[in-house]
């Protein structure tokens, strides 16, 4: 790592967005504290998808042995027709993308995922953090009376000055209420169940065995809801996201706990085998989630504050990008602070949203314009649809190649522009 820098930053949030943060900050050299409101860290009980332009940035720090350790690779993306199953277009992934992309498409366990970047806060030889992570501190107030010196304030009085603070704490940001950026919280009408199925269960019933029959990435189209379900941690779970319209109370509570009875009764009219499937999900693995987003807005910066990840541009899961477009803010703004002295740190922030702010805006309209996409009722959009994605590489009129290439770095040494997968 590059000892060059002497300056500090202040993340709050310990989040895939802010451990990725913290950590491509360190590798430029920077000091770095995160501060987390959670007394245990940790991800909740749910897969992620990570395309190769994430994949990019995690091998980037030197992550990619661990990785491999805990990933699954789905060799196909799979789409298929509510009523009966029927695929409507099949894309492979597995070596094509890492031939394609210079690096994999995968899938994790998020809590795997999330311990391997927090493992990567301490050093290897024992020699303490690299990183340092306060645990237990959710930041309260802000006080910028030096402007260039913002200091966080912790609910039991603890202090943590920067030269900098990033405000990577999530959808409902307090460093953004905090630092007086715009409220555009947006309420999408959708809920998420998520779900972890054994991947035995899974097999063990014929209705459902084909699921397992090769490794995918699947999502199931139909009026009003989507279905997505991947394997993850090499069969050990299938992992199942499932949007439908909200419930009032799921609304006002933006999560809760749910049960797999419950779920599959959404997905009743559906193919037989689905509610088959999603009856299998054990009560304590099911939870269901609001779908809000935040409206796209360029400002990402107030002096020394600036946003990253879900708390400047989060947006609905249907690209399965947004811990992916947090992991490419932080790799930009690493590459952005890390090239200058503490006095260029306010040009090395206005570069940083320029170079990410359109491309996470346009990734926020794509993944908003697949909520009218997806769910389609039978008819001739629907029709016009499944013949675009039977022949398009994308699905909105964002295409695969230019998500997938994601944000350009101009000097980022990753190991994954070289990297060859073991065959
Ligand atoms: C159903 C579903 C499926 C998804 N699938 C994918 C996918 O496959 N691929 C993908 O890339 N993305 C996916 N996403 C999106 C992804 O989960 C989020 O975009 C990502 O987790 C956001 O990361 P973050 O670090 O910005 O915020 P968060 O993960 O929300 O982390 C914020 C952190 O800040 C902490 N915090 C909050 N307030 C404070 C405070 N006041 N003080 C201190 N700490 C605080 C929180 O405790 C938390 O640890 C999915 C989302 C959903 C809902």
């Not at 509510?82 to 695929?87: H, M, N, P, R, T």
């Not at 910066?301 to 541009?313: I, N, P």
């Amino acid at each position: 790592m590059a000892a060059s820098q002497s300056y500090e930053v202040v993340v709050v949030g310990a989040g895939l967005g802010g451990l990725c943060a913290a950590l491509s900050l360190r590798q430029r050299g920077l000091r770095v504290t995160v501060v987390e409101a959670a007394a245990e860290l940790g991800e909740i009980g749910a897969g992620i998808q990570t395309a190769p332009n994430a994949s990019r940035i995690l091998m980037g720090l030197g992550l990619r042995r661990k990785l491999e350790a805990v990933r699954t690779q789905p060799e196909d993306q799979v789409r298929r027709r509510w009523a009966d199953g029927s695929i409507i277009a099949q894309l492979p992934l597995g070596q094509r993308v890492i031939d394609t992309y210079g690096a994999p498409y995968w899938h994790y366990h998020r809590a795997d995922l999330h311990r391997i970047l927090l493992d990567a806060c301490v050093d290897p030889e024992g020699h303490g953090p690299i990183v340092e992570v306060l645990t237990d501190a959710r930041v309260v107030a802000l006080d910028r009376t030096d402007p260039r010196r913002p200091v966080v304030e912790t609910a039991d009085g603890r202090r943590v000055a920067g030269d900098l603070v990033l405000g990577a704490d999530g959808i409902r940001s307090t460093v953004r209420d905090l630092a007086g950026f715009d409220d555009t919280l947006v309420f999408s009408g959708e809920m998420a169940y998520r779900a972890l199925i054994p991947g035995d269960v899974v097999e063990a019933d014929p209705a459902t065995r084909f699921l397992m029959d090769r490794y995918h990435s699947t999502i199931w189209y139909g009026p009003d809801k989507h279905l997505v379900h991947y394997v993850i941690r090499g069969g050990e779970y299938l992992n199942i996201v499932a949007i439908v319209p909200c419930s009032e109370q799921i609304e006002r509570d933006w999560s809760g706990p749910a049960t797999g009875a419950e779920l599959a009764q959404h997905f009743e009219e559906w193919d037989d085998r689905v509610p088959t499937l999603l009856a299998k999900a054990k009560d304590e693995d099911t939870s269901v989630w609001a779908m809000y987003r935040r409206r796209r807005d360029p400002v990402w910066v107030d002096g020394r504050v600036a946003l990253l990840g879900d708390a400047c541009h989060a947006m609905l899961p249907y690209q399965a990008q947004g811990a992916s477009q947090a992991m490419e803010d932080a790799a930009v703004l690493a590459e952005e602070l890390g090239r200058v002295p503490r006095d260029g740190i306010d040009g090395a922030l206005a570069r940083y949203v320029d170079r990410r702010a359109k491309h996470a805006g346009m990734v926020q309209d794509a993944s908003l314009e697949n909520m009218r996409f997806y769910h389609l009722p039978d008819g001739p959009e629907q029709r016009e649809r499944d013949e675009k994605l039977r022949c398009f590489d994308g699905e909105s009129d964002v295409s695969y190649d230019w998500l997938w290439n994601g944000s350009p770095l101009n000097d980022h040494d990753t190991e994954s522009i070289h990297y060859q997968f073991a065959r």
